[in-house]
């Protein structure tokens, strides 16, 4: 882990570009959402795809990935658990553990899902200009190297 950056420590440049970046990336994020039709909440939806992502995944692991309380992460899992996207499991190697993990009987939904999402960005690209969609395509090899560090 790299020496913790400040404002005073970053070039005017970067915190710049930083904010264009963020001011962009909320409400991108947000249409992203809407686009899916599945009626989660912005948590459930964060909470899904961490344990996409990292599942299957401890009470504590979650709610500390997703930086909610115990209690917190336990309403949002039962809420996903209803919707039949998640499932508890016992973790093999401590069974006083109760993991959470992805149904893969929901695999459909997922796909469709995400197929929606993707149709729609799609479709915004179709409709700029061949160098503007090209600048994006450009971007996002770079853009990826944002997560890294977060993940």
């Known amino acids: 882990m790299g020496k913790r ?7 005017g440049r970067h915190m710049e570009v930083a904010a264009q970046l963020r001011a962009l990336i909320v409400p991108l994020a947000r249409l992203l959402r809407q686009q899916s039709g599945d009626g989660l909440t912005p ?18 692991d979650l709610a500390a990935t997703e930086r909610l309380s ?60 061949d160098d503007d969609a090209a600048a994006i395509t450009g971007a996002v090899p770079a853009l990826r190297l944002l997560l890294d560090d977060s993940q």
């Open 70 to 129: 115990l209690p917190m992460i336990s309403k949002v899992v039962g809420s996903l658990e209803t919707e039949g996207l998640i499932r508890r499991a016992v973790d093999p190697s401590d069974r006083r553990i109760c993991l959470v993990e992805f149904n893969a009987d929901r695999q459909e939904w997922l796909s469709d899902n995400r197929q929606r999402r993707d149709l729609w960005l799609a479709e915004k690209l179709a409709a700029m200009d």
């Open 43 to 60: 948590t459930q939806a964060s909470a899904l795809g961490t344990v996409l992502r990292h599942g299957p995944l401890s009470l504590s």
């Open 5 to 11: 950056l400040t404002s005073a420590t970053v070039e």
